[in-house]
């Protein structure tokens, strides 16, 4: 069974940075997009940043040149979000989704990041 685990969360004061990571267990074939959402308490959850398996990326308006994100060419085990510049309106609980070319969805469990001082 296939697990996504999210790491790299935590607290930081505005204009920080943080590196999110999502890892699987081992390598997984039939990937459409790797992504990252986030939802913030009282919001519909929404997609930070893309990346197919082509290589193709997007991003939300509200993260473009701040968010990047990458992921494990070599196993396609892994995927990446840095973040920089943080502000506090990107406080939520980040998740990790895998989307697959049979349209089935892979989630994680979501990590909290909050932008405070």
């Known amino acids: 069974q296939v697990q996504l685990v999210e790491s790299g969360g935590g607290l930081v004061q505005p204009g920080g940075s943080l590196r999110l990571s999502c890892a699987t267990s081992?390598?997984?074939?039939?990937?459409?997009?790797m992504n990252w959402y986030r939802q913030a308490p009282g919001k519909q959850r929404e997609l930070v940043a893309s990346?197919?398996?082509?290589?193709?990326?997007?991003y939300a308006d509200s993260v473009k040149g701040r968010f990047t994100i990458s992921r494990d060419n070599a196993k396609n085990t892994a995927v990446y979000l840095q973040m920089n510049s943080l502000k506090p309106e990107d406080t939520a609980v980040y998740y990790c989704?895998?989307?697959?070319?049979?349209?089935?969805?892979?989630w994680g469990q979501g990590t909290q990041v909050t932008v405070s001082s």
């Open positions: 989704n895998f989307y697959m070319v049979t349209t089935y969805d892979y």
């Open positions: 081992g390598s997984i074939f039939g990937i459409y997009s």
């Open positions: 990346i197919t398996n082509g290589g193709t990326t997007r």
